[in-house]
Every structure is written in structure tokens, then in C-alpha cells.
């Protein structure tokens, strides 16, 4: 049973940075594509990126393209989110899921949240100065 959890999350000003993780257990995450979503108060559970399982492929939202790069360790078991440039927008809870099948989806699009079936528990990301 694959297992996932989010660390990394805090409290930065906007322009700051962080660098979010995903370390995965009881799996080997090196099948799986990944996938970073968030959600802020009132708002419905929204795509960030996704990277594939070889990690050759990734995808961002336009909302964070330039800002937000997604890499993985296959020998780590662990995917990061590096994000920069953060603005007051960015805050929400951040969660990482897998998709045992999804890395040509993620090679095409960004995919929604009904196509992964694995999720951590999140991580409080908060911009405010």
C-alpha cells in the first residue's frame, strides 16, 4: 500500500520561496506519476503539476509556470515541488498524489483529481507579509 506524505510547508512573504516534498513508502514510487494539487479555503481542489514516472515529462497550471518546478528522486522515493516568486494566491493546503497510470496523461495535459488514487495528508503553504 503505498503511503505518501507531504512536508515543507510554512509561512513565507510574498516574493519567497519553498521547496515542498513528497516521500512516499510501503511502494516504490518509480511506477507511479505524480501529481502536486492545492486547495485554499472556499475553493475546489485545483491541479499544480505532475511529473512521470521516469520524471522525462512534466506539466504545470499556468498560475505557477515559470515560478513552480517539479522533480522527482525514483531512488529517494521523494518528489519536490521547488517554488519561487510566491504570491498571496499561492496559499493553500498543498497535496501530492500518484497515478499508477498516469504518466502519458501527464505528458499530454495536467490531470484532474479523479485520475489519481493515492493522496497524502498536505502541507500549509501561507504567503503574507
Known amino acids: 500500500q503505498l503511503q505518501l506524505v507531504e512536508s515543507g510547508g510554512g509561512s513565507v512573504q510574498p516574493g519567497g520561496s519553498l521547496r515542498l516534498r513528497c516521500q512516499a513508502s510501503?511502494?516504490?514510487?518509480?511506477?507511479?506519476?505524480i501529481g502536486w494539487f492545492r486547495q485554499a479555503p472556499g475553493k475546489e481542489r485545483e491541479g499544480v503539476s505532475c511529473?512521470?514516472?521516469?520524471?522525462?515529462?512534466?506539466n504545470y497550471a499556468d498560475s505557477v509556470k515559470g515560478r513552480f518546478t517539479i522533480s522527482r528522486d525514483n531512488a529517494a522515493n521523494t518528489v519536490d515541488l521547488q517554488m519561487n516568486s510566491l504570491k498571496p494566491e499561492d496559499t493553500a493546503i498543498y497535496y501530492c498524489?500518484?497515478?499508477?497510470?498516469?504518466?502519458?496523461?501527464?505528458?499530454?495535459?495536467?490531470?484532474?483529481?479523479?485520475?489519481?488514487?493515492?493522496w497524502g495528508q498536505g502541507t500549509q503553504v501561507t504567503v503574507s507579509s
Open positions: 511529473i512521470s514516472a521516469s520524471g522525462g515529462s512534466t
Open positions: 498524489a500518484a497515478d499508477l497510470s498516469g504518466s502519458e496523461k501527464c505528458r499530454r495535459y495536467l490531470p484532474g483529481i479523479d485520475h489519481y488514487e493515492d
Open positions: 510501503g511502494s516504490s514510487l518509480q511506477y507511479y506519476a
